[in-house]
Structure formats: structure tokens, C-alpha cells
């Protein structure tokens, strides 16, 4: 990765934001031979929360030469088990989804964002074609011709395309003059990571209860990461338990499935939310992340999607390029929010609709879903369809 050498250079793709989806699509976009620039702060990984990297996220990252680096700190997800702890008059029957039903080794692996983010940018500081920029976009413009940045420093930038990587509060979405649907949850998410005396097996167990799934997952060694989807007060009220009561709440949780918990320093409140922009792209600026779509944290979907935004824009891009077409035309950016449209909106629809009648009291709710469980718990085809498009969806839309 190269400093900037001019203000006046005017870039192929400018990123805005270094959180996972930003740096994945600025290796992508670099990597694919784009001229590319991060407008993005160095700064530590803020968080404890891990990812559930399922699908083809393990082969993009591998394609970015980034897995190669990281995987060593990754647990791998070989069964997904499903328990209903409500209770409720009408319960779901217990799922097991185990990889090997798909002739797959494992569904996906488990890695802390921090060390997923440290082998990220080590990655792009190897790229040549990858310009740094240590700071934040103040201001993002676009006309007919170009994009111009000017970050918090006064530095100036142009480039023919933007990415905006900037999270929820999006700059570039309000500079494309997007706008964005949002509703609250009334839910929390409460992270933290555990050790504990018994063996996962590699096994990832999601809790079902009245305020939403509480799930164990896999980190390599006797560790686990929790994600505690709770109602805000109750959140709160544990994360400022002191860790043996903290760990004594969270073993309660899991029925002591995996022995005696010792809680990790760190823990975080989320709240949560759905967040669907109008469009994923206008006047040369695609969104890619969270500032393309907020789901809650429900079957691991959030960041898989994200890569796969810059999955899609990369490839889209070095495509355009390759017929000497410009990056930010609007051909490229329809083609882009076209790609991405069906699977964006039809998994942020399959998220609320678990976590809607997940929180019903209203009986044909739950008999609904139980009777999904029962038909994934028993038929094959539909098991193993649910297992893979769990993981990915089976189809793109280019
Ligand atoms: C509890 C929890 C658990 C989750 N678990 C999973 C999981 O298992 N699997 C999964 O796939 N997903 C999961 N997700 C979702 C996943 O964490 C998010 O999709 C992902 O972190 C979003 O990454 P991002 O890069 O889009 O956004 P962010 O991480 O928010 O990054 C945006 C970046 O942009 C920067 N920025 C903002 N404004 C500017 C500006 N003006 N200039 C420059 N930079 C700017 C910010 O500082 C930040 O660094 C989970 C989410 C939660 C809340």
C-alpha cells in the first residue's frame, strides 16, 4: 500500500471506512487491478464480536489472500444445533444440521473481527495499487464526472467511483442521497466470549428464547463466543454483572452444555435494528456493509453479505474496466445494485420473519414455526436446501 502522492490525483475507486466490508472491497477492487484509495482512520478493533464466516466468504477471503493468514485463529463449524427454550404451549421439536449431510467439512468458521481485521490490513498494506488515506471523509460530492472527498485533515480526493464501507451513519449514503427505512428492534444483542471445561465439538448451539436466540459459538481451543439477543434493560443488567455472576447467568443459559464458564475481559451492548436503504447505489456511489443493509444478528448474515457486496462490486468493476468503461457510469452502478438487490432484500426478510415469530405470543405464530422445525428436523430436501442457502444463496443476480 502506497501514501497518497497528490491531492489532485483522481482516483479509479475511493473507499470510505476500514470496518470488515470496506477493507474486503478495497483488497478486492485493488487486487483486480482498480486504482484504488481507503479513506479510512487506523485505529484498534473496537469490539469483542466474532463472525460466523459461512459459504463462499471462506473462499473470497482465501481468493483476497487473507484467510491464509488468519485461519489458524478461526474454529470451525461442523453441526448447528437449534433448541427451543421457551416456555411456550407450543414448542419447536430440537434441529441438528450437521455439515456433513452436504459433504462439507464444516458450515463456515468462527473468528474474532480483530484478528479477521488484522490480517486485513496486512493485506492491503502489501498492495501497490492500494493508496492509504489516514483519516475520515468530512465531505463527499458527486457530479457527472467524479466524486470529491475532502477529509477531516483537508485533504482533497477524486475518484470516478465511491464505495461507502461507512457503517450505519453513512455519509456517502446521504452524499448519493439515499434514504434509509429503519426500525427498532426493542432488542438487544450482548457479546462476550467464555471459556468453558467441556469440548464445543465444533458445534454451534442457538438457544431460542421468549426475547430471542441466545448462541454459543465455537472459537478454537475450550472458547466460545456468546451473542445474548435480550430485551435492552435485561441487556444492560447483565453486562454490568461482575464476571463469576456474569458466568454463573450465561451457563444458566446454555444448560451447562459446555461445563463451567470462565468469562473473557470485554463485553458490549447492540442495539438492534433493521436498516433497508432505497437503493443500493446512485451519482457514483455504491454501498457496500451496514451501510447497505442492518439485520439483526440472526443466522449469521450481516458480514457474509457485506463480503459478498464487495465480492460483486470488485468483479462488476474490473469488468467495466475491462471494456474501458467508467467505473461510477450509472450502467455499472445498476449492474452492481442489481447483483446484489434479491439477496440483500430476501435475507433481511427471512431474519425479521424468524425473529418475528420467535417473539410471538400469537399461537398460529408459533405453530408456524414449529411446524417449519418439524419439516427441517425431518425432511431431507429440505434440510439440506436449508442448509445451503443458509450459507449462500444458491443463484446471483448477474
Ligand atoms: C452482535 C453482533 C454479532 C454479529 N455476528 C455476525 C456473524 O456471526 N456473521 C456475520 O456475517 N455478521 C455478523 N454481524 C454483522 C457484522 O458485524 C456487520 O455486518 C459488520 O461488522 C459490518 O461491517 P462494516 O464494515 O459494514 O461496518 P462497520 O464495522 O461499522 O465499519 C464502518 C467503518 O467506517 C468508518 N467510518 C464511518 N464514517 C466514516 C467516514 N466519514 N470516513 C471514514 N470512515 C468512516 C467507521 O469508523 C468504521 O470503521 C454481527 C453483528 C452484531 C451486532
Not at 457510469?329 to 452492481?336: E, F, M, P
Request: glycine share 8%.
Amino acid at each position: 500500500m502506497t501514501e497518497p502522492s497528490s491531492t489532485s490525483q483522481i482516483y479509479q475507486a475511493a473507499v470510505v471506512g476500514g470496518g470488515p466490508a470496506g477493507l474486503a472491497a478495497a483488497i478486492a477492487l485493488a487486487q483486480a487491478g482498480v486504482a484504488t484509495t481507503l479513506v479510512a482512520c487506523r485505529v484498534p478493533y473496537a469490539d469483542n464480536r466474532t463472525t460466523a464466516l459461512l459459504g463462499g466468504s471462506v473462499d473470497f477471503l482465501q481468493s483476497l489472500d487473507v484467510w491464509q493468514r488468519c485461519s489458524p485463529d478461526a474454529a470451525a463449524l461442523s453441526t448447528m444445533r437449534l433448541v427451543d427454550d421457551t416456555r411456550r404451549l407450543i414448542r419447536s421439536p430440537e434441529v441438528k444440521f450437521s455439515s456433513d449431510e452436504i459433504g462439507m467439512e464444516a458450515f463456515g468458521y468462527n473468528i474474532e473481527n480483530r484478528l479477521l481485521m488484522m490480517a486485513m490490513e496486512a493485506r492491503a498494506e502489501e498492495l501497490q495499487n492500494l493508496t492509504r488515506i489516514d483519516d475520515e471523509a468530512q465531505s463527499v460530492t458527486a457530479d457527472d464526472t467524479s466524486v470529491t472527498i475532502v477529509t477531516r485533515q483537508g485533504q482533497t480526493l477524486a475518484a470516478a467511483l465511491v464505495v461507502g464501507a461507512d457503517g450505519r451513519h453513512s455519509l456517502c449514503r446521504e452524499a448519493a442521497g439515499i434514504g434509509v427505512k429503519r426500525r427498532d428492534l426493542g432488542q438487544s444483542a450482548l457479546t462476550l466470549n467464555v471459556n468453558h471445561t467441556r469440548p464445543h465439538g465444533n458445534c454451534s448451539t442457538e438457544f431460542h428464547t421468549e426475547s430471542g436466540p441466545c448462541v454459543f459459538v465455537p472459537l478454537p481451543g475450550n472458547r466460545s463466543s456468546i451473542v445474548w439477543v435480550l430485551r435492552p434493560d435485561e441487556a444492560n443488567r447483565l453486562q454490568k454483572l461482575d464476571d463469576n455472576a456474569l458466568a454463573l447467568a450465561a451457563e444458566q443459559q446454555s444448560h451447562s452444555i459446555l461445563g463451567k464458564l470462565t468469562v473473557a475481559p470485554g463485553r458490549h451492548v447492540f442495539p438492534l435494528a433493521i436498516e433497508n436503504p432505497g437503493v443500493l447505489a446512485a451519482k457514483r456511489i455504491a454501498l457496500v456493509g451496514e451501510a447497505a443493509h442492518v439485520l439483526p444478528p440472526i443466522g449469521a448474515q450481516g458480514l457474509n453479505m457485506g463480503l459478498r457486496d464487495a465480492a460483486d462490486l470488485a468483479d462488476i468493476v474490473r469488468e467495466a474496466l475491462l471494456t474501458g468503461a467508467d467505473p461510477g457510469s450509472d450502467a455499472v452502478l445498476q449492474r452492481y445494485a442489481r447483483a446484489r438487490r434479491a439477496d440483500v432484500f430476501s435475507r433481511t426478510f427471512a431474519v425479521d420473519m424468524a425473529n418475528r415469530t420467535l417473539l410471538s405470543d400469537f399461537l398460529p405464530a408459533q405453530s408456524l414455526r414449529a411446524a417449519g422445525m418439524h419439516l427441517l428436523d425431518r425432511v431431507g430436501p429440505i434440510r439440506r436446501l436449508a442448509m445451503r442457502e443458509g450459507l449462500s444463496p444458491s443463484w446471483r443476480g448477474r
